[in-house]
């Protein structure tokens, strides 16, 4: 793990297999690929899943884990936790589509009464430990290259 003064990497493996759908796999980790379909607009025809739905689960679940995180610090035990992200698209002044907005709502659930005082507390703070969401609230900087050789 990362200390605070230092920086780390990912990398994603993206192979193109027909139309507009693509493998994705994580590199380093030994954990099953994925496919992101933009082909299909028809949920029921997709194979994948859309750009716009890993965006909004990216987030989703770096907020879950960080309030799970402020919690385990606190000792808060949990009866249940769920969280549902949804990312609304619409057009830009241009024309084109984009993801206008991401929602989440994260859903703790415990009957201790000293758990809920906790976990008021980590409400207050969370947010500003999601390396995700505080990246796209604050706009990432994103550098394409187009390698033709």
Excluded: H, Y
């Excluded at 607009?41 to 402020?70: H, N, Q």
């Excluded at 002044?93 to 005082?117: F, N």
Aim: proline share 3%; with cysteine; net charge neutral.
């Amino acid at each position: 793990m990362a200390t605070k003064d230092e920086g780390s990497t990912v990398a994603i493996g993206i192979a193109w297999e027909k139309d507009l759908t693509f493998k994705v796999s994580f590199e380093g980790l030994d954990v099953p690929s994925l496919r992101v379909d933009e082909t299909n607009k028809i949920e029921a025809d997709m194979i994948g899943v859309t750009p716009a739905r890993l965006l909004a689960s990216a987030v989703g679940s770096c907020l879950a884990s960080s309030l799970m995180f402020c919690m385990s610090k606190r000792n808060v035990q949990l009866d249940t936790f769920t969280a549902r992200a949804q990312a609304r698209t619409g057009r830009d002044p241009d024309g084109r589509l984009r993801v206008q907005e991401i929602s989440v709502d994260l859903l703790p659930r415990t009957t201790d009464p000293a758990a809920i005082k906790r976990l008021a507390e980590c409400k207050k703070v969370f947010e500003k430990f999601c390396t995700v969401t505080e990246s796209v609230r604050k706009g990432i900087k994103v550098v394409v290259n187009v390698v033709d050789e």
